[in-house]
Nanobody
Framework: QVQLVESGGGLVQPGGSLRLSCAASGFTFSSYPMSWYRQAPGKERELVAR????????NYAESVKGRFTISRDNAKNTIYLEMNSLKPEDTAVYYC????????WGQGTQVTVSS
């Protein structure tokens, strides 16, 4: 069965950096686009970044452009989200996502940006 396991979250000061990982299994990873979403308390889940199956094209939410970078390693069945210049408004639970017949989510990893 499809499994997505996020890791790498934590507490970081404003201006700091974090790298999130999402390990995937149970499907042909290299055939599917992958995405990162986030959900802050009291807000709806929003798309942060998306990457095509081969990694040749990426898209970002306006709020993270120039600060976040999505990438993937198809040999390791893993996607990454490099987050730089973090702001308090980036505080959220971050989820990876794949659409394969239906939508699958990981359990999420908490990112807290605070001094």
């Amino acid at each position: 069965q499809v499994q997505l396991v996020e890791s790498g979250g934590g507490l970081v000061q404003p201006g700091g950096s974090l790298r999130l990982s999402c390990a995937a299994s149970g499907f042909t990873f290299s055939s599917y686009p992958m995405s990162w979403y986030r959900q802050a308390p009291g807000k709806e889940r929003e798309l942060v970044a998306r990457i095509t199956s081969a990694g040749g094209s990426t898209n970002y939410a306006e709020s993270v452009k120039g600060r976040f970078t999505i990438s993937r390693d198809n040999a390791k069945n893993t996607i990454y989200l490099e987050m730089n210049s973090l702001k308090p408004e980036d505080t959220a639970v971050y989820y990876c996502n794949v659409n394969r017949l239906r939508t699958y989510w990981g359990q999420g990893t908490q990112v807290t940006v605070s001094s």
